[in-house]
């Protein structure tokens, strides 16, 4: 019987499984924002295996919002609060591909949970792949002068995590760039790593964006020796970005 007619053990469908069907059952566990991409729109980025794609044709792309009173409390480091923050919505963000995986499973689909923040290469700081990327291109938000996802909700203030599948969910379009003129992230930056470029769509590499070495001096070396901080976060750059502020809600 082919797939689109299965119905599973807790009677999903295959054919039932649509895409604000799993965006509806993605709120309730917690999801702030959700949006599926075609994985053609991201062919050619890097991936760890390169052929992680295989097989698949969409991604799921999860956001959290992370806590406004905590980054408010963000000026030029991060905070005990904001690290202790971070780990935690990093583990809602893996609770939540995980149960997104299991629905796709159940539904007769192949579905892969990518981990949320896994540093796979601590030299560059990647991962299996840039789950910005798969938000910019899953509609989320664009791709600001930070290399931050910012989304017109919630600016740079979330966390993401990506679902790999090959249900035939409907994809969302990508968003226009709407960070204009504004400079904040790189006037703020405590490293003066952001260029303040901007790109219509994606920067072809970090460097096109960022002095990256500066940053990565910044999140590795200086700011852990701050008591109670690890290595790899910053948070300035979220904290300041005017679309996560009360003025660009009002927008």
């Given at each position: 019987?082919?797939?689109?007619?299965?119905?599973?053990?807790v009677g999903i469908t295959a054919a039932g499984l649509t895409s604000a069907?799993?965006?509806?059952?993605?709120?309730?566990?917690?999801a702030s924002?959700?949006?599926i991409a075609d994985l053609e729109r991201l062919r050619g980025i890097d991936t760890e295996p390169a052929d992680l794609f295989a097989g698949f044709t969409r991604a799921v792309s999860l956001a959290v919002r992370l806590s406004d009173p905590i980054l408010d409390q963000i000026t030029d480091?991060?905070?005990?609060?904001?690290?202790?923050?971070?780990?935690?919505?990093?583990?809602?963000?893996?609770?939540?591909?995980?149960?997104?995986?299991?629905?796709?499973?159940?539904?007769?689909?192949?579905?892969?949970p990518v981990p949320a923040s896994q540093i796979l290469n601590a030299e560059n700081l990647t991962s299996y792949l840039s789950h910005k990327a798969v938000a910019v291109a899953a509609g989320i938000g664009w791709q600001g002068k930070s290399l931050?996802?910012?989304?017109p909700q919630y600016g740079p203030r979330v966390r993401l995590v990506t679902v790999l599948t090959d249900h035939p969910l409907t994809p969302d379009n990508p968003l226009k760039n709407r960070c204009g003129k504004c400079s904040a992230c790189a006037d703020a930056c405590p490293a003066q790593a952001i260029r303040g470029a901007r790109t219509e769509s994606h920067f072809a590499s970090r460097e096109e964006a960022l002095h990256f070495d500066r940053c990565r001096t910044m999140v590795l070396e200086t700011f852990p020796k701050l008591p109670?901080?690890?290595g790899g976060i910053c948070g300035v750059c979220v904290s300041v970005c005017p679309w996560g502020r009360g003025s660009a809600k009002k927008r």
């Open positions: 019987m082919p797939r689109a007619a299965e119905k599973t053990a069907s799993l965006k509806r059952r993605a709120r309730t566990w917690g924002l959700m949006g480091r991060p905070t005990p609060l904001y690290a202790q923050h971070y780990q935690k919505v990093n583990a809602l963000l893996d609770e939540l591909a995980l149960r997104v995986s299991l629905v796709l499973q159940q539904a007769g689909a192949r579905a892969l931050l996802l910012v989304s109670h901080i690890t």
